[in-house]
DNA sequence: CGACCCTTTGAAAGGAATCAACTTATGTGG
DNA sequence: CCACATAAGTTGATTCCTTTCAAAGGGTCG
């Protein structure tokens, strides 16, 4: 899974990939609505997640909460905790989670030994700053049912980019509460913009699952380009 | 000036300062309002920011301008491109800046050499990433006044950082145009907000300068918390 | 002095939040 | 298998904050 996913930026070599198969991993299942890295925490491993999906998260003072990113299986959501000694945010389940742990100290004696590998996990964490850019963007400057078309495009993709989508959709878990929270909507305005997309005859959203129905009208509305995901540079 | 920020994350080895003290900066001058590096360029080279402000951004396409990142001098704001080999943004100076660029082949070729080294490069974008974070909070759940008090809280404690600022102040040569291009906000907004803060006698912006005159009622007002600077792990 | 840029002000319009139901799924135990 | 409880989605009405529009001050610099 892992290497799957640092192939995306070109083949490993054998060394490289026997260093990766060699890496003692902790498989955990983790129930769904769990927060299992909090703020504060100072963890000495990093996790993959290999099936469910993940958000990242932190709140204000009056309790609401702000979803920062959404990781999906092939993710190591907290891979900054290896330089960033003290989490600044919460790390949680959505949906029931196969996660796999592996302490730092394990990363870092592999990566002294390659310089490829090094620059392959610190690419991975430069493109989550990327996608942060990107909501950035998203959220300060597009309407409500923008910002929803760009985040369904934006999941489209990295679904896509692993493998996890079929003919036209892919499995989704998240409420249309927690949709809103990470674009800065109230819960109505995420559901009557969803219609709106439904209505348009660009998106289904209907039990856990999407599927779009017109990528092109979609992308346009949303104003995507999925350039910032850097799928492959 | 760099090794001075790195050293923020502890003392550099002896052998380190001397790899660092023997790059080839190449400074120059790049006048006000000028983006030097655009979405879709391929860089080189990074540059090291010495003197002025500079600024990230992303346009929509309706040409609205959204700032990403607000960089001070000691920042390396073009990092990224060590491994994301293309822009997915702008890089432009708001001030007059001075800048030191330094070739990708000449970092890499010294971070091979010292793991150290590389950790503390990594660990710098790692806290870009985090300061990407706390703004998507900020900007999707503070009101207009929370949130331009939260920036100039971040300023304050990054301008701080790096022995920028004198007794009370610090130099800050944007206008209110631009902060509401970090914000989310609109100039009136901005400008409405700025004088409750300087009615309730919290801050004073005048002139390319600001100074704060209550920080524990503008940090409370900002809900603001340094932790995700990241300036002491 | 005048042009230009930035700040400030007022009034009106608009989009999203909030509030408060109601409906539809999902799930549990009797 | 149905009764009930709970979670998630839907709807309408109202309120509020921010944007937009338009214009007037204020500084700075050639």
Redesign the interface.
């Known amino acids: 899974m892992l290497a799957r996913r640092l192939r995306a930026a070109g083949s490993l070599s054998t060394m490289d990939e026997v260093m990766l198969s060699r890496l003692h991993w902790d498989v955990v299942d983790i129930p769904a609505k769990t927060d299992f890295l909090k ?1 504060g925490d100072r963890p000495n491993r990093c996790c993959l997640l290999i099936d469910g999906l993940i958000i ?1 998260s ?1 709140f ?2 009056g309790g ?1 909460r ?1 979803i ?2 959404v990781h999906i299986p092939g993710d190591m959501p907290d891979l ?1 905790s290896l ?4 989490m ?2 919460y790390i949680g389940t959505v949906s029931p989670c196969r996660v796999a742990f592996i302490s730092h100290d394990a990363i870092l004696r592999t ?2 030994r390659s ?1 490829d590998l ?2 392959r996990f ?2 991975e ?6 996608l ?6 998203r ?4 309407g409500s049912t923008e910002r929803l078309a760009h985040f369904i495009c934006e999941m489209w993709c990295r679904f896509d980019a692993v493998g996890l989508t079929d003919a036209s959709g892919f499995p989704f878990a998240m409420t249309q509460e927690m949709v809103g929270q990470v ?2 909507l109230s819960i109505v305005s995420v559901n009557r913009s969803m219609q709106l997309l439904r209505a348009e005859g660009l998106v289904v959203w209907d039990r856990g699952r999407i599927d779009i129905l017109d990528w092109d009208r979609l992308a346009g509305l949303g ?1 995507f380009d999925p ?2 995901l ?1 799928l492959d ?1």
Chains 1, 2 share one sequence.
């Not at 330089?83 to 003290?86: R, S």
């Open positions: 703020e990242r932190n204000t003072q609401e702000q920062q990113s900054q330089h960033l000694k003290q600044d945010h990566l002294e310089k090094t620059a610190w690419r964490t430069l493109i989550d700053a990327a942060y850019r990107a909501i950035i963007v959220n300060a400057r597009l674009l800065g104003q350039t910032f850097h540079d």
